[in-house]
């Protein structure tokens, strides 16, 4: 006969199990049935089902997993063209108000002319040009957003930006300058209106973490998990490689 198995995986069971074990019971919440999860580390030839990805200008190309890499990569190719860009984004089924966070493994082969944005917007792949059309403002193309973004039509640092029913959040200044061709990981974690940003280097330690930056999006609008590239003038075709996205938030607001 085989071992017993845990029938009852939820929340209320595990904190009847570690009663005031707050640091253990968080860790281990995610594998229960009161959070819903996404984990993909891009192994196989093709992405599976439920991503969306557009290409647009001369030599872009769409979220394409590349073959025989070690743990599995997907890349974003900007191509050559001037605004040239590619997305790749879920389904619109993440909100504020159930805490939802996006953390993505993400590296850039070269950090010039380039724009990057990493988090959650409310529009899926191929509405927009990018959730913010320029950082420095900010200004932007989605009305409810949060999201890391390199643009270096403004400076070289990730930072974090957010529009609330189309109005800016004060931008989170990190000044963490990404390192061509190293892996980072980017999180972006979403508490009813306010959003926080957190860096972890390429082996998962932190490197950062901000406060909760206030009005950063509508707490009801449902928003995707979103990483997308786009080239700042015509010049050498960027590559944005995804080794793994990860997604959770809870099932619902009494959870």
Not at 103 to 126: C, M, Y
Not at 131 to 148: H, I
Request: aromatic content about 8%; overall charge negative.
């Amino acid at each position: 006969m085989a071992n017993n198995v845990i029938m009852l995986p939820t929340r209320d069971s595990l904190k009847r199990k570690l009663p005031g074990n707050d640091k253990v019971f968080s860790l281990l919440e995610l594998l229960t049935l009161n959070i819903d999860k996404w984990d993909d580390s891009f192994q196989g030839d093709t992405l599976h089902g439920g991503y969306q990805s557009t290409a647009s200008g001369a030599g872009s190309a769409a979220a394409a997993i590349v073959e025989g890499t070690v743990g599995g990569i997907v890349r974003l190719v900007t191509g050559t063209a001037d605004a040239g860009r590619s997305d790749l984004s879920l389904g619109l089924h993440y909100r504020g108000n159930l805490n939802a966070v996006v953390a993505v493994r993400i590296q850039v082969d070269v950090i010039t002319s380039l724009k990057i944005e990493v988090g959650f917007t409310d529009v899926v792949s191929g509405t927009d040009a990018g959730a913010v059309d320029l950082k420095a403002t900010p200004s932007f193309n989605a009305t409810n957003c949060a999201l890391w973004i390199l643009d270096t039509n403004d400076n070289a640092y990730w930072e974090g930006v957010a529009a609330q029913a189309g109005a800016a959040a004060t931008t989170v200044e990190a000044a963490i300058s990404p390192t061509a061709a190293e892996w980072e990981w980017l999180i972006v974690a979403l508490k009813d209106t306010a959003a926080k940003y957190i860096r972890l280097n390429g082996d998962g330690e932190k490197s950062y973490e901000s406060d909760w930056q206030t009005s950063a999006m509508t707490a009801a609008t449902n928003l995707t998990p979103w990483v997308f590239a786009q080239a700042r003038t015509g010049s050498a075709s960027k590559n944005v490689d995804i080794d793994r996205i990860i997604c959770w938030q809870r099932m619902s607001t009494g959870s």
